[in-house]
């Protein structure tokens, strides 16, 4: 069993930076894939990035790339999402999800989610 916590989420103005955090409690993240999703009320969750732990392998959505990072901290189980240039438009509730061996941008096979955070971005 993997518990994911997420942080940092919060309010900034547009074309501000926020940081999340995403720390797995009780085990590394060393076999497993962790990707990035976020969703509005009403709208379908929406693949943002994703990090294969053991190969460093990252994926992108095209509506952040160039904005958006993904990577990951070896000293202790956490993969990290830096998010720069935010737009109203990445305001929404992210989450971050694992499964073992790779990361796909495909939510549906994941198996273990965080509770998420809320960003907002202010025009």
């Known amino acids: 069993q993997v518990q994911l916590v997420e942080s940092g989420g919060g309010l900034v103005q547009a074309g501000g930076s926020l940081r999340l955090s995403c720390a797995a409690s009780?085990?590394?993240?060393?076999?497993?894939?962790v990707g990035w999703f976020r969703q509005l009320p009403g709208k379908e969750r929406e693949f943002v990035g994703a990090v294969t732990w053991s190969s460093g392998v990252m994926y992108y959505a095209d509506s952040v790339k160039g904005r958006f990072t993904v990577s990951r901290d070896n000293a202790k189980p956490t993969v990290y999402l830096q998010m720069n240039s935010l737009t109203p438009e990445d305001t929404a509730v992210y989450y971050c999800?694992?499964?073992?061996?790779?990361?796909?941008?495909?939510?549906?096979?994941?198996?273990?989610w965080g509770q998420g955070t809320q960003v907002t971005v202010s025009s």
């Open positions: 009780g085990r590394t993240f060393s076999n497993y894939g």
């Open positions: 999800a694992a499964r073992l061996f790779f990361a796909t941008m495909n939510g549906d096979e994941y198996d273990y």
